[in-house]
């Protein structure tokens, strides 16, 4: 038996003879009857898609039959039969039964024809638009439990890592320091580089939690009025051994008369260190110099961190503060990283409302900037 996609209800049973004639080679399956209630029983034992009715009928109208199949089945398609149209029914029909099209009497073949074909396909769409929604509602279900198990795995493996990690680290010290007793050369050697090892792996294991903290929004930002200046004295006067280390100068150019900026300390700190960091690494000749500038006009405050070191690539501009993006000019000798440290910075500067980039040329250095809100 072919399924009902079309009921037609109209008290004339000449009407519906002429309808089941018209509707004889059509594919879809078509039940019609003069009473309303025996429509009702088929829409309920049945997925119809379109129903259209007579306004005028004797027990009831077209318009409150359609209301009551709205209210039962809104997914069906309502057409509304009438020989007495006025611009009132009309605006009834719209907001009571919600009825997709009017179909005057008498009726042309091909113009009903027409009409019908259009709400069994406006049917179909919606019906397709229902289940896509469907889908991505579960889909959104399944990402989220993905998204939560993920955070959850991330933060929980990066902190049971640390505690093994600490105490490797701690037994490789004793034994570098001969608190176990005398070590050759060679093994001193083996062992600094194991050492070396484990703090690069810790710092791996950090930035991944830092990172995954921002990203799942684990830390929440405590702006409050701060130095900059000062902040950045402090982190250069950290930094300074390493840079001495090198053999190259690191030096600061603060704006006279700088007042205070409203930003997490802590996490301006870790921005600071991170480019500061990056900028004395890749450096071998010149210098790092941080600047701090004040524009009123545009009520920001702009840090810059320049260096005189290789530069960056032209192609690895677009892998900059995304995550785990390394650049291809860094050299085999030099220590890679896990890819997130600037990531981070991003993450910390859009938790400010500020912005940060970069401008380098290769061979020629590089300058990396963030602003920050001027309160005053």
């Known amino acids: 038996m072919k399924k009902i996609d079309l009921v037609i209800v109209d008290d004339e049973k000449n ?17 019609l009857t003069t009473d309303h209630t025996e429509a009702m029983e088929v829409l309920a034992q049945n997925p119809v898609k379109v129903v259209m009715s007579d306004q005028k009928m004797t027990k009831i109208t077209g318009i409150e039959f359609l209301r009551g199949v709205k209210d039962k089945y809104p997914e069906t398609v309502n057409i509304l039969f009438t020989g007495y149209a006025d611009l009132k029914m009309a605006t009834e029909a719209i907001n009571k039964g919600e ?86 050369v060679k093994q ?13 792996l810790n710092r791996i294991i950090d930035d991944i939690l830092e990172f995954s903290r921002l990203e ?43 007042g205070k900026v409203s930003f ?49 690539h032209k192609e690895n501009f677009p892998k900059l503060f995304k995550k785990f993006k390394r650049f291809s000019n860094v050299s085999k000798n030099r220590e890679k990283g896990t890819g997130v440290g600037l990531a981070i910075c991003k993450a910390i500067i859009d938790q400010h409302g500020g912005k940060i980039w970069a401008e380098s040329k290769f061979g020629s250095g590089s300058s990396f900037h963030f602003s920050l809100a001027y309160d005053r």
């Open 15 to 31: 009407v519906l003879n002429s309808l089941r004639r018209l509707f004889r080679s059509e594919t879809f399956g078509l039940f």
């Open 99 to 184: 009825v997709y099209k009017f179909i005057n009497k008498p009726w042309n073949d091909e113009e009903l024809k027409s009409a019908v074909r259009e709400a069994l396909n406006k049917y179909d769409l919606e019906e397709k638009n229902r289940s896509l929604t469907k889908n991505v509602k579960k889909q959104n279900k399944k990402l989220k439990k993905l998204y939560e198990a993920q955070k959850d795995f991330t933060l929980m493996v990066s902190h049971e890592l640390r505690t093994p990690l600490a105490a490797m680290r701690m037994a490789v010290d004793f034994v570098m320091k001969e608190s176990a007793g005398k070590i050759n």
């Open 188 to 200: 001193k050697d083996l062992l600094g580089k194991a050492s070396n090892s484990a703090g690069r």
């Open 216 to 258: 799942f929004d684990v830390i929440h930002i405590k702006v409050k009025p701060n130095r900059i200046d000062k902040l950045i004295e402090e982190v250069v006067l950290s930094q300074e051994p390493v840079a001495r280390g090198k053999g190259i100068d690191i030096k600061t150019e603060p704006d006279a008369g700088i």
């Open 264 to 312: 997490d300390r802590d996490r301006i700190a870790q921005v600071l260190n991170n480019l500061i960091h990056n900028a004395i690494k890749f450096t071998t000749t010149g210098g790092v110099t941080i600047k701090c500038v004040v524009d009123k006009s545009a009520g920001k405050v702009i840090v810059s961190v320049i260096d005189t070191g290789i530069g960056i």
